[in-house]
């Protein structure tokens, strides 16, 4: 039955590994709950009743289950290297990632989940609205607010770490 689960696997894993990382900033736990969304998923549902939205839907309350039971998961604010990249630019990239990832972390969870699903997965705002129990207008306001809080809290920080409440004169 594995083998029937394996075009879905492929296809699918690396975004539903991304929202996982990007919500969660731990690769270890991201890569746990793709693996358990797909053992969950094989273990419930035939193969032709495997739809984008479920996937997601399981690895999103596999992620809040573990909010839940953690009480809140530590970010650890990791970023992925590039791969062929100088030391100097992967250093570069490493930064500006933990920058995005500290800035994600600032906004509300209903707005950073909302925008995580948008921007990691192949759905629709209306597969979005039905994996958050929400209407599709209420993914729109999400998204836009949540776009609008990491913009505003990513030029907050100068790219030392340091917050200003002012901009920046040189």
Known sequence: MMNTYTHLYERYRTGLYHYLLKGSGNRELA??????????????????????????????????????????????????????????????????????????????????????????????????ASITGTSEANVKVRVHRARRHLRESLKKETRDGIYVDQPVHR
Request: a negative charge; glycine letters at 4%; charged letters at 35%.
């Open 31 to 128: 890569a746990d709950l793709v693996q358990e969304t797909f053992v969950r998923c094989m273990a419930s549902y035939a193969e032709s009743d495997v739809t984008p939205s479920l996937l997601y839907r399981i690895a999103r309350n596999l992620f809040l289950d573990v909010v839940k039971r953690e009480g809140r998961v530590r970010w650890e604010v990791e970023a992925e290297g590039v791969v062929n990249a100088d030391q100097e630019q992967t250093l570069l990239v490493d930064e500006e990632l933990r920058r995005v990832f500290k800035a994600l972390s600032r906004i509300s969870p209903e707005e950073r989940d909302t925008l995580l699903l948008v921007i990691s997965g192949d759905l629709s705002y209306r597969e979005v």
